[in-house]
């Protein structure tokens, strides 16, 4: 036996082709079109699976009690961030277009000194999606508030990040990035 065929034969040579199989079959499974690690929710994520969303919370974000109708309540310097689930869902619109314009003049009817900065509607196989960026008046201020509404079958979960006049351009981004990564997930 040669020098290479004993080294394959004593344990280190097994664990060695073990981990070449299953590289070989992790490439296979992803060809296959298998859940994989990115399939995993990021590092630091927050996944409630009741409500089928997932959010990254920026660190420096400090959780807080959550009143009466929030599921999830934080907050930073300058800045307040709550998620919300409302009874209503895409199974009753047939018009997302139309939603979204309802859910508009809904958060106009109840904004003080309402002003839309950016709505920016989304379809996707795991549900539609409502950016609303706007500029209210609140008893601190104005505030800029980053809100996504992610639209499912029978109910929506509903993202609001409130950025008072005190936030600096840290808080933005984070709050900006936190938008971005609230996300259903199946």
């Keep these: ?15 060695a082709l073990a981990a070449l199989v299953a590289l070989a079959g992790l490439g296979a499974g992803q060809a296959r079109g298998d859940r994989t690690r990115q399939d ?3 590092r ?4 409630d699976r009741t409500h089928r969303y997932q959010i990254v919370i920026a660190g420096g974000w400090r959780p807080l009690t959550a009143p009466q109708g929030t599921l999830v309540a934080y907050a930073s310097d300058g800045a307040h961030l709550a998620i919300t689930r409302v009874a209503a869902g895409t199974r009753v619109a047939r018009d997302l277009e139309a939603l ?13 000194r309402f002003r839309r900065v950016r709505r920016k509607l989304s379809d996707s196989p795991r549900g539609a999606t ?14 800029l508030v ?3 509404y992610l639209f499912f079958s029978r109910h929506t979960v509903v ?3 409130g950025l008072g006049a005190s936030a600096g351009r840290a808080e933005r981004r984070a709050a900006e990035a936190m938008v971005k990564s609230f996300a259903p997930f199946e």
């Design 1 to 15: 036996m040669t020098a290479a065929r004993r080294r394959l034969a004593g344990p280190a040579g097994r664990a």
């Design 159 to 161: 993202l609001s990040i």
């Design 44 to 47: 630091g994520a927050l996944r």
């Design 100 to 112: 979204a314009a309802q859910v508009e003049r809904g958060v106009e009817r109840v904004t003080r």
């Design 40 to 42: 995993d929710p990021p």
């Design 146 to 148: 980053l809100s996504r």
């Design 130 to 143: 409502l950016d609303l960026v706007y500029q209210r008046t609140s008893p601190d201020g104005p505030e």
